[in-house]
Nanobody, 121 residues
C-alpha cells in the first residue's frame, strides 16, 4: 500500500510561481513513474507532467517551458515547480504514482488528495 500526500500550492498572481510536493509513503519499491494531473472546474482531468525514475519527463503542451517536474527517488518525492502561472492553470492538482507490473510488482496507480492552485488575473 502506498499513500501520496501533497503539500504546497495556493494562490499566485499571473506570472508568479508556486511549487507542489508529493511524498509517497508505504511500500514504494515498485513505484516507477510519478506525475501530476489537474482538474479544473468543468473540465476533464488532464495530465500535467510525468517523470520516470531515470529523470526523463513528459509535459503537457500547455505547460511546456513553464513547469518543471522533478523527483527525489531516495525520498520518494515528486515535485512540480510552476513558473509563469496563468489563470488557465487554476485547478486542483493531483499527485500520481504508478507501478508498472513485472515479476515483482503489480500494475497499479495511486493518487494524492489534491491541492488547489489558484492563479489570479
Amino acid at each position: 500500500q502506498v499513500q501520496l500526500v501533497e503539500s504546497g500550492g495556493g494562490l499566485a498572481q499571473t506570472g508568479g510561481s508556486l511549487g507542489l510536493s508529493c511524498l509517497a509513503s508505504g511500500d514504494t519499491t515498485c513505484i516507477s513513474d510519478m506525475g501530476w494531473y489537474r482538474k479544473a472546474p468543468g473540465k476533464e482531468r488532464e495530465l500535467v507532467a510525468t517523470i520516470e525514475s531515470d529523470g526523463s519527463a513528459i509535459y503537457a503542451d500547455s505547460v511546456k517551458g513553464r513547469f518543471t517536474i522533478s523527483r527525489d527517488n531516495a525520498k520518494s518525492t515528486v515535485y512540480l515547480q510552476m513558473n509563469g502561472l496563468k489563470p488557465e492553470d487554476t485547478a486542483v492538482y493531483y499527485c500520481n504514482a504508478e507501478q508498472h507490473g513485472d515479476y515483482l510488482c503489480v500494475e497499479y496507480k495511486y493518487w494524492g488528495q489534491g491541492s488547489q492552485v489558484t492563479v489570479s488575473s
